[in-house]
């Protein structure tokens, strides 16, 4: 039961953050924080993608995360490969998403394992 408090807060936290980022570089054409968004752009900037337009993304990620702690508190049978799936899809948010997938992904493991 600890183990499903910490994903769930940690799960919210990080949803509730990037649909803030999503609908905050819609409205004002930046990311939350710096002007120049962190190194996750990068990867985006070589593929020629403008990542001021990628708001909608971080929005369907967010959702995707509140999905997630619903499903997992339902007890349906898909929440650990839903919650690993988003997780992988979120470790490219370098540093914050990074660092809230692998703990995700290693609680979901432990939990997964019991």
Do not use: C, R
């Not at 994903?7 to 990080?14: E, S």
């Amino acid at each position: 039961m600890t183990l499903k408090i910490i994903i769930t807060i940690i799960a919210f936290a990080n949803g509730l953050f990037m649909m803030m980022d999503g609908f905050h570089v819609i409205i004002k054409g930046k990311y939350i924080g710096p002007e120049k968004p962190g190194p996750w752009a990068n990867t985006f900037y070589k593929l020629k993608i403008n990542v001021f337009k990628l708001g909608p993304l971080f929005i369907l990620l967010g959702v995707s995360w509140f999905i997630f702690v619903y499903v997992l508190w339902s007890y349906q049978n898909w929440a650990f490969v839903f919650g690993l799936l988003i997780s992988i899809f979120t470790l490219w948010y370098i540093k914050v998403g990074t660092f809230i997938s692998v703990i995700t992904i290693v609680l979901l493991l432990i939990l997964n394992s019991n």
